[in-house]
T-cell receptor, first 113, second 114 residues
Protein backbone atom coordinates (compact mmCIF):
# COMPACT_ATOMS: atom_id res chain seq x y z
CA UNK A 1 0.00 0.00 0.00
CA UNK A 2 0.84 3.64 -0.07
CA UNK A 3 3.70 4.70 2.17
CA UNK A 4 5.16 8.05 3.01
CA UNK A 5 8.49 8.62 4.72
CA UNK A 6 8.87 11.64 6.95
CA UNK A 7 12.19 12.99 8.22
CA UNK A 8 13.61 13.84 10.62
CA UNK A 9 11.85 12.03 13.44
CA UNK A 10 12.97 14.62 16.00
CA UNK A 11 14.28 18.15 15.78
CA UNK A 12 15.54 20.27 18.64
CA UNK A 13 16.09 23.94 17.89
CA UNK A 14 16.87 27.13 19.72
CA UNK A 15 14.11 29.68 19.61
CA UNK A 16 14.61 31.83 16.53
CA UNK A 17 16.20 29.09 14.45
CA UNK A 18 14.52 27.69 11.37
CA UNK A 19 12.97 24.23 11.09
CA UNK A 20 12.16 21.99 8.14
CA UNK A 21 10.46 18.62 7.89
CA UNK A 22 10.21 16.53 4.74
CA UNK A 23 7.84 13.93 3.39
CA UNK A 24 8.79 11.60 0.56
CA UNK A 25 6.81 9.07 -1.45
CA UNK A 26 7.92 6.55 -4.05
CA UNK A 27 4.71 7.13 -6.02
CA UNK A 28 3.08 10.22 -7.43
CA UNK A 29 0.66 11.78 -5.00
CA UNK A 30 -2.69 13.33 -5.83
CA UNK A 31 -2.37 15.69 -2.88
CA UNK A 32 -0.69 16.05 0.48
CA UNK A 33 -1.87 17.49 3.75
CA UNK A 34 -0.01 18.78 6.78
CA UNK A 35 -1.20 18.55 10.38
CA UNK A 36 0.13 19.79 13.70
CA UNK A 37 -0.41 18.02 17.00
CA UNK A 38 0.41 19.82 20.21
CA UNK A 39 1.56 17.69 23.17
CA UNK A 40 -1.47 15.92 24.63
CA UNK A 41 -3.72 17.22 21.87
CA UNK A 42 -5.22 16.04 18.64
CA UNK A 43 -4.03 16.63 15.07
CA UNK A 44 -5.12 19.91 13.58
CA UNK A 45 -5.22 20.52 9.84
CA UNK A 46 -2.74 23.10 8.57
CA UNK A 47 -2.90 22.99 4.79
CA UNK A 48 -3.47 20.92 1.67
CA UNK A 49 -1.29 20.98 -1.45
CA UNK A 50 -2.61 19.72 -4.75
CA UNK A 51 -0.67 21.23 -7.66
CA UNK A 52 2.81 20.34 -8.87
CA UNK A 53 5.36 22.83 -7.53
CA UNK A 54 2.78 24.50 -5.32
CA UNK A 55 4.03 26.81 -2.57
CA UNK A 56 1.75 28.11 0.17
CA UNK A 57 2.55 30.34 3.11
CA UNK A 58 0.91 30.82 6.48
CA UNK A 59 2.76 33.55 8.37
CA UNK A 60 6.10 31.91 9.29
CA UNK A 61 5.18 28.53 7.75
CA UNK A 62 6.00 27.70 4.13
CA UNK A 63 4.68 24.55 2.50
CA UNK A 64 5.99 23.16 -0.79
CA UNK A 65 4.86 20.36 -3.06
CA UNK A 66 7.52 18.94 -5.36
CA UNK A 67 7.39 19.28 -9.12
CA UNK A 68 6.99 15.52 -9.48
CA UNK A 69 4.38 15.45 -6.68
CA UNK A 70 6.43 12.84 -4.80
CA UNK A 71 7.71 15.00 -1.97
CA UNK A 72 6.75 17.91 0.19
CA UNK A 73 8.25 20.08 2.88
CA UNK A 74 7.16 22.30 5.73
CA UNK A 75 9.52 25.08 6.72
CA UNK A 76 9.13 27.27 9.79
CA UNK A 77 11.10 30.50 9.89
CA UNK A 78 12.31 31.83 13.24
CA UNK A 79 10.69 29.23 15.47
CA UNK A 80 8.81 30.22 18.58
CA UNK A 81 7.91 28.17 21.64
CA UNK A 82 4.35 28.04 20.34
CA UNK A 83 5.59 25.94 17.41
CA UNK A 84 6.32 23.01 19.72
CA UNK A 85 4.51 19.83 18.68
CA UNK A 86 4.56 17.03 16.16
CA UNK A 87 4.07 17.79 12.48
CA UNK A 88 2.55 15.12 10.26
CA UNK A 89 2.12 14.84 6.55
CA UNK A 90 -0.77 12.77 5.21
CA UNK A 91 -1.56 11.42 1.79
CA UNK A 92 -4.56 9.73 0.25
CA UNK A 93 -4.13 6.01 -0.03
CA UNK A 94 -3.86 5.01 -3.68
CA UNK A 95 -7.32 4.81 -5.19
CA UNK A 96 -8.74 5.78 -1.85
CA UNK A 97 -11.22 8.33 -0.68
CA UNK A 98 -11.05 11.26 1.69
CA UNK A 99 -11.51 8.95 4.66
CA UNK A 100 -8.54 6.79 3.78
CA UNK A 101 -5.42 8.75 4.65
CA UNK A 102 -1.92 7.46 5.26
CA UNK A 103 0.06 9.51 7.76
CA UNK A 104 3.79 9.89 8.02
CA UNK A 105 5.28 9.06 11.40
CA UNK A 106 5.73 12.72 12.18
CA UNK A 107 8.52 15.10 13.15
CA UNK A 108 8.55 16.10 16.79
CA UNK A 109 9.76 19.66 17.23
CA UNK A 110 11.06 20.98 20.50
CA UNK A 111 12.05 24.63 20.90
CA UNK A 112 14.43 25.80 23.57
CA UNK A 113 13.70 29.34 24.72
CA UNK B 1 -21.06 23.30 16.32
CA UNK B 2 -19.38 20.88 18.70
CA UNK B 3 -17.31 19.42 15.84
CA UNK B 4 -16.12 15.86 16.47
CA UNK B 5 -16.76 14.49 19.94
CA UNK B 6 -15.41 11.31 21.48
CA UNK B 7 -16.32 9.45 24.64
CA UNK B 8 -14.88 8.40 26.96
CA UNK B 9 -11.68 10.45 27.28
CA UNK B 10 -9.94 7.77 29.32
CA UNK B 11 -10.65 4.06 29.76
CA UNK B 12 -8.93 1.16 31.47
CA UNK B 13 -9.94 -2.35 30.46
CA UNK B 14 -8.88 -5.80 31.48
CA UNK B 15 -7.79 -8.29 28.87
CA UNK B 16 -10.82 -9.93 27.30
CA UNK B 17 -13.28 -7.20 28.13
CA UNK B 18 -15.28 -5.51 25.42
CA UNK B 19 -16.22 -1.89 24.97
CA UNK B 20 -17.35 0.68 22.44
CA UNK B 21 -15.62 3.96 21.78
CA UNK B 22 -18.13 6.57 20.74
CA UNK B 23 -17.62 9.18 18.03
CA UNK B 24 -20.09 11.77 16.80
CA UNK B 25 -19.90 14.76 14.48
CA UNK B 26 -22.39 17.53 13.83
CA UNK B 27 -20.93 18.89 10.60
CA UNK B 28 -22.87 16.57 8.26
CA UNK B 29 -19.62 15.06 7.04
CA UNK B 30 -19.90 12.00 4.84
CA UNK B 31 -16.48 10.58 5.65
CA UNK B 32 -15.49 9.32 9.09
CA UNK B 33 -12.40 7.43 10.20
CA UNK B 34 -10.81 5.82 13.23
CA UNK B 35 -7.07 6.03 13.86
CA UNK B 36 -4.85 4.72 16.59
CA UNK B 37 -1.70 6.52 17.65
CA UNK B 38 1.22 4.75 19.28
CA UNK B 39 4.58 6.31 20.18
CA UNK B 40 6.83 6.56 17.14
CA UNK B 41 4.18 5.07 14.85
CA UNK B 42 2.24 8.13 13.80
CA UNK B 43 -1.46 7.64 13.12
CA UNK B 44 -2.64 4.38 11.63
CA UNK B 45 -6.03 3.97 10.02
CA UNK B 46 -8.23 1.29 11.60
CA UNK B 47 -11.55 1.59 9.76
CA UNK B 48 -13.26 4.26 7.76
CA UNK B 49 -16.67 5.03 6.31
CA UNK B 50 -17.65 6.93 3.19
CA UNK B 51 -21.27 7.29 4.26
CA UNK B 52 -24.05 5.78 6.32
CA UNK B 53 -24.16 2.02 5.85
CA UNK B 54 -20.73 1.84 4.18
CA UNK B 55 -17.53 0.92 6.00
CA UNK B 56 -14.15 -0.42 4.98
CA UNK B 57 -10.94 -1.60 6.58
CA UNK B 58 -7.85 0.49 6.98
CA UNK B 59 -4.27 -0.47 7.74
CA UNK B 60 -4.81 -2.13 11.15
CA UNK B 61 -8.41 -3.43 11.38
CA UNK B 62 -7.88 -6.66 13.31
CA UNK B 63 -9.62 -6.75 16.69
CA UNK B 64 -11.96 -3.86 15.86
CA UNK B 65 -15.46 -3.60 14.43
CA UNK B 66 -17.35 -0.57 13.18
CA UNK B 67 -20.78 0.28 11.87
CA UNK B 68 -22.30 3.48 10.47
CA UNK B 69 -26.05 3.54 10.90
CA UNK B 70 -26.30 7.34 10.79
CA UNK B 71 -24.25 10.15 9.24
CA UNK B 72 -23.47 11.54 12.69
CA UNK B 73 -22.19 8.48 14.57
CA UNK B 74 -19.32 6.08 13.98
CA UNK B 75 -18.66 3.83 16.99
CA UNK B 76 -15.58 1.61 17.28
CA UNK B 77 -16.03 -1.72 19.06
CA UNK B 78 -13.34 -3.77 20.74
CA UNK B 79 -14.77 -7.27 21.10
CA UNK B 80 -12.05 -8.77 23.30
CA UNK B 81 -9.48 -6.24 24.44
CA UNK B 82 -5.80 -7.15 24.33
CA UNK B 83 -2.78 -5.28 25.80
CA UNK B 84 -1.63 -4.57 22.22
CA UNK B 85 -4.69 -2.36 21.86
CA UNK B 86 -3.38 0.05 24.47
CA UNK B 87 -3.23 3.28 22.50
CA UNK B 88 -4.75 6.67 21.88
CA UNK B 89 -7.72 6.48 19.53
CA UNK B 90 -8.77 9.39 17.35
CA UNK B 91 -11.93 9.71 15.34
CA UNK B 92 -11.96 12.06 12.37
CA UNK B 93 -14.45 13.30 9.82
CA UNK B 94 -14.25 15.15 6.54
CA UNK B 95 -16.36 16.59 3.76
CA UNK B 96 -17.19 14.69 0.64
CA UNK B 97 -16.30 17.62 -1.57
CA UNK B 98 -13.94 16.54 -4.29
CA UNK B 99 -10.32 17.59 -3.69
CA UNK B 100 -11.05 18.78 -0.14
CA UNK B 101 -9.39 16.27 2.13
CA UNK B 102 -9.18 18.23 5.40
CA UNK B 103 -9.87 15.94 8.33
CA UNK B 104 -11.37 17.19 11.59
CA UNK B 105 -10.18 15.20 14.58
CA UNK B 106 -11.86 14.54 17.88
CA UNK B 107 -10.00 14.99 21.19
CA UNK B 108 -9.12 11.30 21.45
CA UNK B 109 -9.71 8.40 23.83
CA UNK B 110 -6.78 7.10 25.85
CA UNK B 111 -7.23 3.37 26.32
CA UNK B 112 -5.17 1.13 28.57
CA UNK B 113 -5.63 -2.64 28.52
CA UNK B 114 -4.11 -4.51 31.46
Amino acid sequence: GQQVMQIPQYQHVQEGEDFTTYCNSSTTLSNIQWYKQRPGGHPVFLIQLVKSGEVKKQKRLTFQFGEAKKNSSLHITATQTTDVGTYFCAVTNYGGSQGNLIFGKGTKLSVKP
Amino acid sequence: NAGVTQTPKFQVLKTGQSMTLQCAQDMNHEYMSWYRQDPGMGLRLIHYSVGAGITDQGEVPNGYNVSRSTTEDFPLRLLSAAPSQTSVYFCASSYSISDDYEQYFGPGTRLTVT
